[in-house]
């Protein structure tokens, strides 16, 4: 075989090198979006702050946790197995309650501005099917907190599927520790109690 029949038989074998970066390329970008909406919504209820009632701004933030969270996966995982076991009802109930709670951690602790921001970082990493999202919480003179987010693509775009405390502590693996305590056989009544009480606390002025 000469150099050039060589050379043009790679041909394919570069473009679908070339073609599967491109793919890579689109993917990263829109990897960080839920991320980016996420934050945009914080500093929204951050500028918004207590002299807004606490409920007010869970309903702002609600819609864009629901957007940016697969909020049913991470509960599926926090639960485990047992989460089958539930009934429609039951499964809803859960996952209304989860969610409310979810959202007022984040309002409960996302409570004014302060010279907070948010970074994306680059260096997206790929798990997977899921990517590695790099971020960072920066306060004005204090060390800013690494926070990697792990987003997979689902049937409404790329989600978040868990959140990762410097770089380590997931959180869907401290939920499990909380929430598989309470849950005993098929009745998710505990948990659900415990998710509710979480939020009445955090509409008092408390943190998580």
């Known amino acids: 075989m000469t150099s050039a029949s060589r050379l043009f038989s790679r041909v ?9 970066l491109g793919l890579q390329a689109q993917a990263q970008p829109a990897a960080t979006a839920p991320i980016q909406e996420l934050n945009a919504g914080l500093l929204q209820v951050m500028r918004a702050g207590k002299a807004t009632p606490f409920q007010a701004r869970m309903a702002s ?15 599926r995982n926090s639960v485990g197995p047992r989460f089958a076991g539930f009934s429609a009802d039951q499964k809803a109930a859960l996952l209304d309650s989860f969610t409310q709670f979810t959202v007022a951690s984040y309002v409960a602790n996302f409570d004014a501005l302060a010279g907070m921001s948010f970074e994306i970082l680059p260096n997206l990493r790929q798990a997977g099917a899921d990517t590695v999202v790099p971020s960072r919480i920066v306060t004005g003179g204090a060390e800013a907190a690494k926070l990697d987010y792990v987003v997979h693509p689902s049937a409404d775009g790329f989600q978040i599927a868990d959140v990762l405390l410097d770089g380590s502590i997931s959180r869907v693996a401290v939920q499990r520790s909380d929430f598989r305590a309470l849950v005993t056989g098929n009745d998710p009544g505990p948990l659900i109690a415990m998710l509710r009480s979480k939020v009445a606390s955090f509409a008092a002025g408390g943190r998580s």
Request: negative net charge; hydrophobic residues 60%.
């Open 12 to 20: 394919p074998l570069v473009l679908a090198i070339l073609a599967s």
């Open 61 to 75: 933030l609600t819609p864009v946790v629901q957007r940016s969270f697969d909020l049913e996966l991470i509960l």
